[in-house]
């Protein structure tokens, strides 16, 4: 039935009119919903993780988003996988009000509640935020992050501080900078020394170090004094090259009139070298070479020999002979002799000790023979074979390191023909003896401790822990190769073999003399050899490189080069000559700098026995992983109980600081 309307309108009219109520009904709706929108302003995070080794996380993650205005309330970015390595994931919130222009995003982790206890580190690469206007905002981090501690993240653009406006910014811009004032520091070196070359007094050179650990305290104070001179032949830098002596040799013509006094009363040489007292420390590699020339001025090298006691559990220096060859010209100095005659002798075997030290036991027989190793497994073995799963944690930045080495170091333009005596072509020679003078049983440490005739000589704490640490690597090993091995298996490994020979042959150790194996037979022939390759790239290297700006930074305890050749004659040094036989300052500063960056551990460096990067499933290498780590841990607790004894502890081969690697 069809309805009527009052007064004359049109059926247009009443369609207009519906169409003008709809709409006024539209844009009511549409303003309230802006309204809305503007109450709750909606922000889309997105969250990047590090693509490195255990970058993810567990923990749970808020963000609090920083505004001029006004702040949001901390929002967890809620997942259900966490936060995992290399991801970047996406997430809403929501603020109940416009904070105004973003000026900061604060991060905070919190542990999942099923481990309360547990900080699963996080590495966040960046959060980039999109705003309620569509305007992207990348907020860069690019670091680890724990429960400890709150981040606070600028946008990326750069600012000067004269353009910071925002007092949020500018208490962000001073807190950033007050905790990198506390977690970095500059070693100073006071430089207001004498503007000529020579130092002018010891004391002096006290002053270049204004931040000194105890043992360079303890080095610096105690370095002219014999026992601490003969100390340093067991537990310094350099602990291999003393060996027992059973029979003086005839280019070193010590008598028992000259050293009677030394000895026990009633004893003589013979009688002492009988025991077993007696030792012997020849630098005949450095004969002969000619030295440097630094600042335009000749520099000198001696090779000496130096005769020791060891009585009442100390190492005594009793004889120094500064030439190899006996003559009038080549007098044997004697702790009885002037102080500055003994002194000055001394100083002269600390800088064979450099040449040996940094040459020899260092670069040669780790840092070089580890790049032959960490070459020839690469070339050798392919990922799956388990020697090279086994290895190549023991390879890390070992060639990295080397190619810096070759660089900076022993460059025609590095740190040695600039600053030391013996970098010129003496170098290439001393090197060259150095390695016809290796052999594999000087690489094991039983077997070296055993030729060199030092098993019972009291105090050698580098003989102790360095046994026990072989020890434990070789039952490691002996594990890991007897479960993969059989003997024929070592035979028929055409792999295996073919890393043998790359080792023997680019490590130029092919001669009969140097005693390598040719070829394997055995898994105890294989298992000792591992246990070598493991050992020189990690224990050894931490025995003659980790204290060498402790033992190394009291420059006349290491001097890098001498200005004044040996002295010819007794009764003549005095302190003024002694001064300007040790090195210049140019030359001091430089050694302390090369040997501080050199002892320096890494941030990422990874602990002997730890594997973050397990590279095996099965159950017998992983059980024999836990085992010599819980075995280090033993050897740590042993050696820390020892140390607690001494004013100079020995803490080189503890397991803690001892690399998997040569990694600096």
Not at 560 to 569: D, V, W
Request: proline share 6%.
């Amino acid at each position: 039935m069809q309805q009527s309307w009052k007064g004359s309108v049109t059926s247009a009219e009443v369609a207009e009119l519906l169409l003008q109520t709809a709409a006024e009904e539209l844009t009511v709706c549409a303003e309230y919903q802006s309204c809305i929108r503007v109450i709750m302003s909606k922000y889309t995070i997105q969250v990047s993780t590090g693509d490195v080794l255990y970058a993810g996380t567990s923990n749970r993650i808020y963000i609090k988003l920083i505004g001029k205005t006004c702040n949001s309330r901390p929002h967890q970015l809620e997942t259900v996988t966490g936060f995992w390595a290399g991801s970047e994931q996406t997430f809403t919130i929501e603020c109940k009000e416009n904070i105004g222009k973003l000026l900061l995003v604060e991060l905070e982790a919190k542990p999942p509640p099923y481990m309360p206890l547990i900080d699963d580190e996080w590495f966040c690469s960046k959060i980039t935020v999109t705003t309620p206007e569509g305007v992207r905002i990348l907020f860069p981090c690019h670091r680890w992050m724990s429960c400890k501690k709150k981040l606070f993240l600028r946008d990326s653009v750069a600012m000067l501080k004269t353009q910071d406006r925002a007092p949020e910014l500018v208490a962000h811009r001073q807190e950033n900078l007050k905790r990198r004032r506390q977690d970095f520091n500059f070693m100073r070196l006071k430089l207001e020394c004498p503007s000529f070359d020579t130092w002018s007094s010891l004391e002096d050179l006290s002053g270049v170090i204004s931040c000194k650990t105890k043992t360079l305290e303890y080095v610096e104070k105690n370095w002219m004094k014999d026992e601490f001179f003969g100390y340093q032949f067991l537990n310094g830098l350099n602990p291999m090259i003393i060996t027992r002596c059973s029979k003086l040799p005839e280019k070193f013509p010590v008598t028992n009139e000259m050293v009677k006094s030394f000895l026990p009363d009633r004893s003589t040489l013979e009688l002492e070298m009988e025991k077993g007292n007696i030792f012997l420390c020849d630098y005949e590699r450095l004969r002969d070479l000619e030295g440097n020339e630094i600042n335009k001025k000749k520099q000198y090298l001696a090779a000496p020999l130096c005769l020791l006691i060891s009585i009442q559990g100390k190492l005594m220096p009793i004889a120094i002979q500064l030439y190899q060859e006996p003559g009038p010209g080549n007098p044997i100095f004697l702790p009885s002799d002037s102080d500055t005659d003994w002194m000055l002798a001394k100083i002269f075997v600390r800088n064979a000790e450099f040449n040996e030290h940094e040459l020899n036991f260092h670069l040669l027989r780790t840092h070089l023979l580890g790049e032959v190793f960490t070459v020839a497994i690469m070339r050798n073995f392919p990922a799956c074979h388990p020697l090279f799963k086994l290895l190549i944690p023991h390879t890390r930045y070992n060639l990295q390191i080397n190619i810096m080495a070759r660089s900076q170091l022993i460059s025609q333009t590095g740190y040695f023909p600039k600053f030391t005596a013996i970098g010129n072509d003496s170098m290439m020679t001393f090197l060259k003896r150095a390695a016809s003078s290796l052999t594999y049983s000087s690489l094991c440490i039983p077997e070296d401790i055993k030729q060199r005739g030092l098993e019972k000589i009291p105090n050698y704490y580098y003989r102790d822990d360095g046994l026990e640490l072989w020890e434990k690597i070789f039952e490691f090993v002996s594990g890991f190769v007897s479960h993969y091995y059989s003997d024929q298996d070592v035979r028929g490994d055409k792999e295996l073999q073919a890393w043998l020979t790359q080792i023997t042959e680019n490590g130029l150790l092919e001669h009969n003399e140097a005693g390598f194996p040719k070829s394997f037979c055995t898994v105890e022939e294989l298992a000792k050899f591992v246990t070598m390759v493991i050992f020189t790239v990690s224990a050894q290297h931490a025995a003659v490189n980790s204290g060498q700006f402790e033992f190394g930074g009291w420059m006349p305890n290491f001097p890098s080069s001498l200005r004044c050749p040996p002295p010819r004659q007794k009764g003549e040094t005095t302190m003024k000559s002694v001064l300007e036989t040790l090195p210049d300052v140019s030359t001091t500063v430089n050694t302390m700098a090369v040997v501080y960056l050199l002892s320096q551990q890494g941030d990422d460096r990874y602990p002997l026995g730890h594997y973050p990067e397990v590279s095996f499933s099965e159950e017998e290498p992983l059980k024999l992983m836990t085992q010599f780590k819980n075995d280090l841990q033993d050897l740590e607790k042993k050696i820390d109980s020892r140390n607690k004894k001494f004013d100079l502890p020995y803490t080189y081969l503890n397991p803690r600081n001892v690399d998997n690697s040569i990694a600096i």
